[in-house]
């Protein structure tokens, strides 16, 4: 094992997939619709 330690590199992706017949999804899957929805920040905005 190394002693090397993951450094956060100022980018993160989360992919989820909502299905418009679960039940917990509905209101989400609708406003998304078929495609994607990013949030995206400028950058520097921290």
Do not use: K, Q, W
């Not at 418009?20 to 990013?38: E, K």
């Amino acid at each position: 094992m190394a002693d090397d330690r993951p450094a956060y590199a100022g980018t993160c992706f989360l992919e989820l997939h909502l299905a418009a017949c679960d039940p917990r999804a509905g209101a989400a899957a609708a406003v998304i619709g078929s495609g994607t929805l990013m949030a995206v920040a400028p950058e520097g905005a921290n």
